[in-house]
């Protein structure tokens, strides 16, 4: 039923995510998720709902693809969405996978954009 390898591959992941959030030291949430949506390894804080973030996270970046095919943009890269209480990025993994990244406002957006490129260029091979 389950992959014997899953629990190697989430630690495996989870690690790659630890020395991102290190690295980027204002980011307050991740998720890693298929482009269907569904959660592979997160780390948000109590109260959140992981699954629905993912959703949304999946949704807004095939929007967001189709409108950068759509203005003839070329391939889309990732997506920075500012608001009120901080940054949130959302850059694919691979074919396979979408990393979203939540930070405090007062975090350097391209420290924010860096660690969510080296991550997700160190994850993409492994899914």
Same mark, same amino acid.
């Given at each position: 039923m389950?992959?014997p390898?899953?629990?190697?591959?989430?630690?495996k992941?989870?690690?790659?995510?630890?020395?991102?959030?290190?690295?980027?030291?204002?980011v307050r949430a991740?998720?890693?998720?298929s482009?269907e949506?569904l959660?592979i390894?997160s780390?948000?804080?109590h109260?959140?709902e992981?699954?629905?973030i993912?959703?949304?996270?999946?949704?807004?970046?095939g929007?967001?693809?189709?409108?950068?095919?759509?203005?003839d943009?070329g391939?889309?890269?990732?997506v920075?969405?500012?608001?009120?209480?901080?940054?949130?990025?959302l850059?694919?993994?691979?074919? +396979?996978?979408?990393?979203?990244?939540?930070a405090?406002?007062?975090? +350097?957006t391209g420290?924010?954009v860096?660690?969510a490129?080296?991550?997700?260029? +160190?994850i993409?091979?492994?899914?």
């Open positions: 389950f992959d390898n899953f629990d190697e591959l989430q630690g992941l989870r690690e790659i995510m630890e020395e991102a959030t290190s690295l980027a030291a204002g991740w998720l890693l998720l482009k949506g959660p390894a780390a948000v804080p109260g959140l992981e699954a629905e993912a959703a949304m996270s999946a949704s807004i970046l929007v967001a693809d189709l409108a950068a095919e759509r203005l943009q391939t889309l890269e990732e920075l969405i500012t608001n009120e209480q901080g940054l949130i990025i850059r694919g993994a691979g074919e +396979k996978a979408i990393l979203v990244l939540a405090r406002k007062d975090m +350097k420290l924010l860096y660690a490129k080296t991550a997700s260029e +160190k993409a091979p492994m899914l």
